[in-house]
């Protein structure tokens, strides 16, 4: 009996020429927001978008949302078009500023987000109780958002953006204004989260912070997207080679070795051949100020 077909797994997101152009009428002329984005995000990945400010980060969350629409292409949520129920009903999303009602407390806030997501009873009763834990906010619960921090503002946020359970997550500058512990706490819960199967795109200006936690990301300027890839390839260093040399030679190879080293000045003591890996605050400078990265990194890794 022949095996049968491996089924293929849909991507979390994919978009396809997605471009979005904003007509500025009192200027006659035409603002490109987002140019021919081509992306494709597996399940289960964390992801960064990177860019400095309007360089159409913002405006692909919200083009992948179904909240504006496409100038031309399309995007693609686990095959489905952003704006469908089938979509929406798999996304949550954490805005970069989130409006809270102040009067509530940790347990209202996601009863009333749970209810609008059609979540009740019991099942919103054990959802709340499972976020809280989560997110850690059990001392917080019964306190009124007004009182918050704002990097519990942040977890409360987290929290009602998995009230309905969605398989993938969009986090517009999550850690904006946070301290650097409410940070890291963060950080732990996109962890926890990828550790859960979901997926995470986020939008962040902490490189150091994208660096731990991200699989792949993309680097935007001027509504471009001009790098995408994992981290291990887009952060070593193609252009520097670093030589250490092995010590299990015999002694006749170490000899030769050792001379023809010191004869190019070079000192011969214990080998190892690694590429030196740049920092993802250095290969995000180089892009955005047009400082080519090296060919082979500056194309799409990730389909």
């Given at each position: 009996?022949?095996?049968?077909?491996?089924?293929?797994?849909?991507?979390?997101?994919?978009?396809?020429?997605?471009?979005?152009?904003?007509?500025?009428?009192?200027?006659?002329?035409?603002l490109l927001a987002l140019d021919h984005l081509d992306l494709q995000i597996k399940q289960g990945?964390?992801?960064?978008?990177?860019?400095?400010?309007?360089?159409?980060?913002?405006?692909?969350?919200?083009?992948?949302?179904?909240?504006?629409?496409?100038?031309?292409?399309?995007?693609?949520?686990?095959?489905?078009?952003?704006?469908?129920?089938?979509?929406?009903?798999?996304?949550?999303?954490?805005?970069?500023?989130?409006?809270?009602?102040?009067?509530?407390?940790?347990?209202?806030?996601?009863?009333?987000?749970?209810?609008?997501?059609?979540?009740?009873?019991?099942?919103?009763?054990?959802?709340?109780?499972?976020?809280?834990?989560?997110?850690?906010?059990?001392?917080?619960?019964?306190?009124?958002?007004?009182?918050?921090?704002?990097?519990?503002?942040?977890?409360?946020?987290?929290?009602?953006?998995?009230?309905?359970?969605?398989?993938?997550?969009?986090?517009?500058?999550?850690?904006?204004?946070?301290?650097?512990?409410?940070?890291?706490?963060?950080?732990?819960?996109?962890?926890?989260?990828?550790?859960?199967?979901?997926?995470?795109?986020?939008?962040?200006?902490?490189?150091?912070?994208?660096?731990?936690?991200?699989?792949?990301?993309?680097?935007?300027?001027?509504?471009?997207?001009?790098?995408?890839?994992?981290?291990?390839?887009?952060?070593?260093?193609?252009?520097?080679?670093?030589?250490?040399?092995?010590?299990?030679?015999?002694?006749?190879?170490?000899?030769?070795?050792?001379?023809?080293?010191?004869?190019?000045?070079?000192?011969?003591?214990?080998?190892?051949?690694?590429?030196?890996?740049?920092?993802?605050?250095?290969?995000?400078?180089?892009t955005v100020s047009g400082s080519s990265p090296d060919a082979s990194t500056s194309t799409s890794t990730g389909k």
């Amino acid at each position: 009996m022949e095996p049968s077909a491996a089924v293929a797994v849909p991507l979390a997101v994919e978009t396809i020429g997605l471009t979005k152009i904003y007509p500025l009428t009192w200027k006659r002329k035409r603002l490109l927001a987002l140019d021919h984005l081509d992306l494709q995000i597996k399940q289960g990945e964390v992801f960064g978008l990177l860019g400095p400010n309007g360089s159409g980060k913002s405006t692909t969350l919200k083009l992948l949302l179904g909240l504006i629409v496409p100038t031309s292409g399309e995007g693609r949520i686990f095959g489905s078009l952003p704006e469908t129920l089938e979509a929406r009903k798999r996304v949550g999303f954490l805005p970069e500023n989130p409006y809270f009602y102040g009067f509530l407390n940790g347990d209202e806030t996601l009863r009333f987000y749970g209810k609008l997501c059609g979540v009740t009873g019991a099942k919103l009763n054990k959802r709340i109780e499972e976020l809280i834990e989560l997110v850690g906010l059990q001392n917080g619960r019964e306190r009124p958002l007004r009182s918050y921090s704002k990097g519990m503002l942040q977890r409360i946020g987290l929290a009602q953006a998995l009230i309905h359970d969605p398989d993938l997550l969009f986090l517009d500058e999550p850690t904006a204004g946070v301290d650097p512990v409410g940070s890291v706490q963060i950080r732990d819960l996109i962890l926890r989260l990828k550790k859960m199967g979901k997926t995470v795109v986020f939008s962040s200006h902490l490189l150091e912070q994208v660096q731990e936690v991200a699989d792949r990301v993309a680097i935007f300027a001027l509504g471009k997207k001009v790098l995408e890839g994992s981290l291990d390839v887009l952060l070593t260093e193609r252009q520097r080679m670093q030589i250490t040399i092995p010590t299990d030679l015999d002694e006749s190879q170490q000899q030769r070795l050792r001379e023809a080293l010191q004869q190019a000045g070079i000192n011969p003591d214990g080998v190892q051949i690694t590429r030196p890996y740049l920092s993802l605050e250095q290969l995000y400078i180089r892009t955005v100020s047009g400082s080519s990265p090296d060919a082979s990194t500056s194309t799409s890794t990730g389909k």
